[in-house]
């Protein structure tokens, strides 16, 4: 078998497991007590209002047939209306999935180019004072909750030094001056040309995502620095330095990709771990993320929303686990050519 | 008499008191116990014993590539007319890169399982021995024409070794590649960069016996066709008899026997060379030793006269007071043990068949293990 044929019917029991998760996302938000017309229509509305509505977002059908239109309507991209919103949830998820995932993606970069770095550092001099340093602050960042460290960001840089933006996206003076391309303000203030609002964008995503990626830098800077440590002690290391090559080449060539290989695992999982944490931060910060319309959505029995936000959810945490596959059989021939062997 | 002089004529390299001690939470083990040894220009010497005599980290200090701490390193290292151990970290990979090179004991975790043999073998031929290599000239030399030639060198010294196919080999991964092909070609990266002495560390042993006969073959060619002079480490001792000139036998962090390879086997002297020698397998023969009684010394305390006195069958009270002294019996030939010196008559020095008698023993016919 070859490594994309494994990676095609890794990409099929993907499929498989959405399907599993609608199913149970759908059955769970349509079972759950309170009924969605009457939150819709509001306490004033009179009760043939509210039959009449339901009957027309066809609450009355058995949910096997309320899920197979769900499931109609996902294939030519409809969620659904939100309850709350009165908009398609699938107009909102695309309103406001770009700027959670744009704080995301910054986390996530923030964890890997810190993380890593400290990382090969503290391996490089184990026990010594980096070491003890990296391994204190790791310590401290994986233990303290992020809405915390958010909120202690906010005092500290926001309040107290008066450096950085507490809330938002971007300063309302360049509301008009940017127009929405991606819905990733980093890209969209560029490709108005409006350089001011973006580094304003950076000024406004910088704590949050500094908040959102501290306990991943911890651990990425824990496995990374054990996994280096390990790396190290292999005899392919030692001959390495044994024919004289430049020892930055040894570490940060020859040791560092064997080293990545179980930091790219977690690397996946703290992605999932990172969407779920967003929502704290972006209540924190009030950001206009996906996370936090969701939670609104839950807390109003906004079933559509809850079970369009959840998919995406879903869809973005198995994409990236999907990547992680294909950067490991990358990284690793091992994997790949192991796969390739097996038949 | 002691033997002052080193024992190689023309010595390329010579380890002269070479002490290495480890610190512990349970104190200092002494384990290399004043080593000497030589290796002439063009000379190939064998260091054998068994395992956990000290063998490797006699090499390992040679080569610096023990951690101090833990380990404690004195004594005196010249090669080339260079003291190696009072070298900086920095002059030394120079000295190492460029003129010693090594082969690992293990083929199966001395490649980098996640880079192909060319690239491993290119930044070798390339940068091998240029430790000082900066970043930024890296890169200029890696994507020079440079890097062709560098190629083109490996290629050729994949085709020297005869492994199979060479194109197809620089680019597969280790894993690919069966124990025999990754041992010629951690053999071809360690003369890459033409170093004047090798220093191969139980070359061949995990792989069978047929291919590890083939490499030793190809090991003799290599050695003659490149001019080098070669340290090998090994505790079989056929391996010491097929390609060596001449043999250290090492126990207990000493060297307790030395002789060229001719006359250790047709003579040993010291009672543990006789016993190794006794208790190699043979297919015919009514009985054969399974091996010498008793295990070697604990490092943290041991014996203080002779290391081997407490399994030696002809150990004395005098033995278990002091170290005996080095006894030179003949050209390049010593033994460190009080029945050679030259008040003891020579009838009672035992020979192999009467150290035979004094080891546990099975019937023969059998192959034995290792």
Known sequence: MKYWQYLVRRLAGILVSLIGLSIIIFTTSRVLPGNPARMALGALASEEQVQALAAEMGLNEPIPIQYLDYMRGLLVGDLGTSLETKRAVSTDIVYYLPATLELITVSMFLTIVIGIPLGVIAAQNKDGFADNATRLVAFFSVSVPGFFIAIMFQLIFGYLLEWLPITGRLGSEFGSGVSRFTGFLLVDTLLSGNLAAHVDAWAHIILPALALSLAGIGQVMRITRSSMIDVKDQDYVEAERGFGLPSWLVTYKYTLKNAFIPTLTILGLLYASLLGNAFLIELVYSWPGLASYGVTAVLNNDFNAVVGVTMTIGVAFVSINFLVDVLLGRVDPRIRLAMEEAT | ?370
Do not use: W
């Open chain 2, 1 to 370: 008499m002691k033997l002052d002089e080193p024992v190689a004529e023309n010595p390329l390299l010579t380890v002269e008191d070479l002490e290495v001690g480890f610190e512990s939470f349970d104190g200092l083990a002494e384990v290399i116990d004043g080593v000497n040894l030589s290796i002439g220009k063009g000379e190939v010497v064998t260091i054998a014993g068994e395992t956990g005599c000290g063998k490797s980290v006699t090499m390992k200090s040679i080569l610096r590539l023990l951690n101090q701490p833990p380990a404690r390193v004195n004594g005196e290292i010249t090669f080339d007319g260079t003291e190696l151990l009072s070298l900086s970290d920095r002059e030394f990979e120079r000295v190492k890169g460029q003129r010693m090179s090594l082969v690992f004991q293990d083929p199966m975790s001395s490649l980098n399982p996640t880079f192909t043999i060319g690239e491993q073998l290119t930044d070798t031929a390339q940068f091998g021995g240029d430790s000082d290599t900066g970043v930024v000239e890296f890169f200029r030399r890696r994507f020079s024409g440079e890097r062709d030639e560098a190629r083109e060198r490996v290629l050729e010294m994949l085709r020297e070794v005869q492994m199979p196919d060479p194109e197809n080999i620089m680019d597969s991964y280790p894993t690919q590649l069966s124990g025999g092909m990754r041992q010629r070609a951690l053999i071809a990266q360690a003369l890459l960069n033409e170093p004047d002495l090798l220093i191969a560390d139980e070359i061949g042993t995990a792989l069978d016996v047929t291919i590890h006969d083939q490499i030793l073959d190809l090991l003799k060619d290599l050695i003659e066709n490149h001019d080098l002079s070669v340290l090998m480490i090994t505790h079989n001792l056929g391996v010491a008899r097929q390609v060596s000139d001449r043999v250290y036998v090492m126990y207990g962090g000493r060297i307790v026997e030395t002789a060229p390879t001719e006359e250790l086997f047709e003579n040993p002297k010291h009672p543990y060379t006789q016993g190794l020698i006794a208790s190699i397998p043979r297919l015919t023969g009514d009985e054969m030793a399974t091996g010498i009684d008793g295990s070697i010394p604990e490092y943290l305390d041991p014996p203080p006269g002779c290391r081997f006195a407490p399994r030696c069958p002809y150990a004395t009270a005098e033995c278990e007071e002091a170290r005996p002294e080095m006894y030179e019996r003949g050209p390049q030939t010593g033994v460190e043990c009080v029945l050679y010196d030259e008040a003891v008559p020579a009838s009672e020095r035992p020979t192999v068949e009467e150290t035979r008698s004094h080891m546990t023993r099975r019937p023969g016919k059998q192959t034995g293990g290792d």
